[in-house]
């Protein structure tokens, strides 16, 4: 997974102070590929990969963990890491007499459990058996295909599900046809009891090895 890349933009001032129609050394991008993690998990290998616009660099590092990086290499991996919470990383650049900064994040996040279960009361299993979204919590699509199952969905309790919709001439909501079930504990990988809002089709559905279209709304 990629992460999200910051930029010197009035959007990002802490990666170059840029100013529109400047000609002045600034880093383009950093970024990383562990942007989002599972809470509990360990992140031991870490990629940074970076860019600079309009000038040479002559000094270059990164914090913490890295420590200085020969010019002009652009990209580092970090080995052995061991990172096991929210950590933001830090390169700094020098061209000259100009210095820039810029960052970038190692996240550890909840995962939302999306799929089908065989029935309509699901066990602990059933939604630990489920496929795993493990980024920002936000609104996303995903297509499930049904034998006689139950399209479900689980969140944390902290960043419930508002509705879900399908698709016909545009999103139309079908929560209706879902059961709601609160504080459902799930073990995550830590050993931590959580507690999910299970969304889970009050029916039955078999779409004939066909793809139906979902959209879980946040």
Known sequence: ??????????FYP???????????????????NRL????????DDITFQWAYLNGVVTHQSISPLVGNISVPLTSYTL?????????????????????????????????VFFGKVPIATPAESDIL??????DEI??????????????????????RITDIQ?????WVSILDTYQIIDDFPITMIDGTSVPYQLVVKKMSE????????????F
């Open 138 to 159: 936000t609104t996303f699509i995903t297509t499930i295909n049904l034998a006689d199952e139950y399209s479900c969905f689980a969140a944390p309790m902290t960043n």
């Open 1 to 10: 997974m990629v992460s999200t890349s910051y930029y010197n933009s009035p």
């Open 14 to 32: 802490n990666a170059g102070g840029y100013s529109s129609g400047s000609s002045q050394f600034r880093i383009q991008r950093f970024t990383n």
């Open 36 to 43: 989002f993690n599972e809470m509990g998990s360990v992140v």
């Open 206 to 217: 078999h779409t004939s090895g066909q793809d139906i279209e979902l959209k879980i709304v």
């Open 129 to 134: 058996a489920m496929d795993k979204r493990i």
């Open 166 to 170: 399908a698709p016909f001439l545009d």
């Open 79 to 111: 080995g052995n890491a061991d990172i096991t919470s929210d950590t933001t990383f830090t390169l700094d650049a020098t061209c000259g007499v100009i210095h820039r900064t810029a960052t970038t994040q190692v996240r550890f996040v909840r995962p």
